[in-house]
């Protein structure tokens, strides 16, 4: 794989277990304020013009607290393609002050895109939105009611709107094609799990894509993440700028 997305690594970059990337050959930028969120890319096409967080990237705070830019999107480029790592907030509850910052998390996100859409870019992570009734397996299920709700997903489409192809969609149009499955209730082996890891990639770069393809061995055995990884192909000769 020529570029990593990662997120919801934990960590500070001083904490970063770079070693192992290294030695595979990858430049590696991360983004970790604490033991919350943290994402990271990790490249061996090069790694250059590394931002952390995008315009307009709304702050959260608890009553009380001051609000933060929380380490939820890094972006670089790698071998001439725009990259962005995103961990978009949970929402936790439809009252909680998480839901309507994932909404405004989102609607920023959907704005600050179509300042990339003119250029070979893609937008991949764990979006905490299962945007057809096909992805989640009951949208009843208390723990998911956040990402399902029509607001959430009007609010993910906007990334449609602004010019990009979600590419999972394209390649792997199967129902029940999961990408993530709660710990508990044996979630994964009754396959009861969500649609909520994209890559989105701007149109004219998605025509270039010759494959997507979601990782479901990856979720078994023991330790294994609770989300699976979601990979694309490109038909691209790469700069290798750096």
Not at 33 to 56: K, P, T
Not at 172 to 200: C, H, M, S, V
Request: aromatic share 10%; glycine share 10%; charged share 25%.
């Amino acid at each position: 794989m020529d570029v990593l997305l990662l997120q919801e690594i934990k960590c500070k970059p001083e904490q970063a277990p770079l070693a192992a990337f290294e030695a595979a050959g990858y430049e590696v930028a991360t983004h970790g304020l604490n033991q919350w969120n943290g994402v990271a890319i990790a490249s061996r096409v090069g790694l250059a013009d590394v931002r952390v967080g995008f315009d307009g990237q709304p702050a959260f705070g608890k009553p009380g607290q001051d609000a933060v830019v929380e380490a939820r999107a890094l972006g670089a480029l790698c071998g001439g393609v725009d990259v962005w790592s995103l961990y978009v907030p949970n929402g936790r509850g439809i009252d909680d002050p998480h839901y309507a910052y994932k909404r405004t998390f989102l609607q920023a996100l959907a704005g600050a895109a179509q300042g990339w859409v003119s250029r070979p870019t893609v937008i991949g992570g764990d979006f905490n939105v299962a945007p057809l009734a096909t992805d989640i397996w009951n949208e009843a299920d208390p723990e998911a009611v956040t990402h399902v709700t029509a607001e959430v997903r009007h609010d993910l489409d906007l990334l449609a709107g602004a010019g990009y192809e979600e590419l999972s969609r394209t390649f792997i149009p199967d129902e029940r094609a999961y990408t993530f499955w709660d710990y508990k209730q044996l979630r994964f082996p009754r396959n009861e799990g969500l649609r909520i890891d994209f890559l989105y990639a701007s149109r004219a770069f998605a025509s270039l894509a010759t494959a997507c393809e979601i990782d479901r061995n990856e979720r078994k055995g023991t330790g294994a993440s609770d989300h699976v990884p979601v990979t694309a192909d490109f038909d691209v000769v790469v700069s290798g700028e750096s």
